[in-house]
């Protein structure tokens, strides 16, 4: 049985790529009823083996593999329904599957970026966003206009945008890309 903290990462690791494998099951059984069903089949077996789970790796491939063998059991026993072959469905899955590393890529991108942001700007987000307040109920607490906060998270976004485009940019081709200046 796996200790306390082995469920929470597992948790927080399925919660963080929910949709990604959930996008990928749905690409290879293309019906919500059967992408729900199979989701909750593949949690349980990804559970169960998650101690064969190497942290660090890739937890979207690890997890899309049990996926893909799960969908492949399944789309055999229910090949009457099928209207593409198998063959295109893992096509179509790995496609999601290539757009779910993608968007991890800029998460974690991301992730990077916001410890590179200044105390007022990274105090700014969270007020903004993770407090779930209005840009006015924030300007309000700051003591600032509605229009300064506004025109602040534009500017800390745009940052943030060109910060996880280099970022990714770097690790997708180190050689090729110049800090800039």
């Known amino acids: 049985m796996p200790d306390l903290h082995c469920h929470e990462r597992f ?3 399925l919660t963080q790529h929910r949709a990604a494998l959930f996008g990928y099951i749905y690409a290879l059984v293309r019906r919500l009823e ?3 069903d199979l989701y909750q089949d593949t949690a349980l077996v990804m559970w169960s083996k998650f101690r064969e789970y190497e942290p660090g790796t890739n937890f979207v491939a690890w997890a899309c593999t049990i996926a893909r063998f799960r969908a492949a ?3 055999k026993r229910e090949r009457r329904r099928r209207c593409f072959s198998l063959a295109i469905q893992e096509e179509l899955a ?3 599957a290539t757009m779910a590393e993608d968007t991890s890529l800029q998460h974690d991108a991301l992730i990077d970026c916001m410890k590179g942001l200044g ?3 990274r105090q700014l987000i969270d007020l903004c966003y993770g407090a779930a307040k209005t840009f006015r109920e924030a300007a309000e607490q700051l003591g600032r206009s509605p229009q300064s906060v506004y025109d602040s ?3 800390i976004r745009r940052a943030l945008l060109r910060c996880v485009d280099r970022t990714i ?3 997708q081709h180190p050689r090729d890309v110049e800090e800039p200046q």
Do not use: M, P, T, Y
């Open 169 to 171: 940019a770097r690790q």
């Open 11 to 13: 948790v927080e690791l």
């Open 153 to 155: 998270l534009s500017r």
């Open 34 to 36: 059967d992408a729900e």
């Open 73 to 75: 059991n399944f789309l």
């Open 119 to 121: 105390r007022g700007d």
């Open 94 to 96: 790995a496609l999601q």
